[in-house]
Antibody, heavy 129, light 107 residues
Framework: QLQLQESGPGLVKASETLSVTCSVSGGSISTTNYYWVWIRQPPGRGLEWIGSLFYSGMNSGSTYYNSSLKSRVTISVDPSRNQFSLNLTSVAAADTAVYYC?????????????????WGQGTLVTVSS | DIQMTQSPSSLSASVGDRVTITCRASQGIRNSLAWYQQKPGKAPDLLVY???KLESGVPSRFSGSGSGTDYTLTISSLQPEDFATYYCQQYFSSPLLSFGGGTKMEI
């Protein structure tokens, strides 16, 4: 049973860089079956897709980002630890949110083509001024 | 980018009611549409994918339908555990994803 677990600093100062990590257990991050996704949710608000990583075990993988965040976002992979990470630079109060990682299998064929069917529990990151 | 417009943003209903939530995409998404249920303090749970396919374990009172740009989630008879917030999501442009604004279902 695949499980995802986010870890993060809890508190980040404005203008600094937010870094959160997703640890994958019960399966390998090196697979063509899934993209690995970051989604966030500001307190009391809706869900926002941040970006996705595709890592088949070759090179550093391919990344895709929300155009509204693209200039500040980097998603990277550490296959040796079966983890992927999110870096968000120059944070402000509007970046305060619960950050979720999830898998995305929507590119697969047939009945396996499901979007975000497994999520982590989320980690709250607060940006302080 | 594909924009998703969900309505209503909130809904007051009673146990036993039949309720419908609507989601409209800014362009055709060929049934690449999912619905999620989120309860306070929890991650979202996948309910429906491919517009009408129920995720394993989801009660049959939930159903999804639609085509082109317009999609609906229907709960045939609301149960107490269904009071939550619901989100639609398009994955037609996968790996680029986008969500609707959410519908908060209240008693």
């Amino acid at each position: 049973q695949l499980q995802l677990q986010e870890s993060g600093p809890g508190l980040v100062k404005a203008s600094e860089t937010l870094s959160v990590t997703c640890s994958v257990s019960g399966g390998s991050i090196s697979t063509t079956n899934y993209y690995w996704v970051w989604i966030r949710q500001p307190p009391g608000r809706g869900l926002e897709w941040i970006g996705s990583l595709f890592y088949s075990g070759m090179n550093s993988g391919s990344t895709y980002y929300n155009s509204s965040l693209k200039s500040r976002v980097t998603i990277s992979v550490d296959p040796s630890r079966n983890q992927f990470s999110l870096n968000l630079t120059s944070v402000a109060a509007a970046d305060t949110a619960v950050y979720y990682c999830a898998r995305d299998g929507s590119h697969r064929d047939g009945s396996n083509a499901k979007p975000n069917d497994v999520w982590g529990q989320g980690t709250l990151v607060t940006v302080s001024s | 980018d594909i924009q998703m417009t969900q309505s209503p943003s909130s809904l007051s209903a009673s146990v036993g009611d039949r309720v419908t939530i609507t989601c409209r995409a800014s362009q055709g998404i060929r049934n690449s549409l999912a619905w999620y249920q989120q309860k306070p303090g929890k991650a979202p749970d996948l309910l429906v994918y491919a517009a009408s396919k129920l995720e394993s374990g989801v009660p049959s009172r939930f159903s999804g339908s639609g085509s082109g740009t317009d999609y609906t989630l229907t709960i045939s008879s609301l149960q107490p555990e269904d009071f939550a917030t619901y989100y639609c999501q398009q994955y037609f442009s996968s790996p680029l994803l986008s969500f609707g604004g959410g519908t908060k279902m209240e008693i």
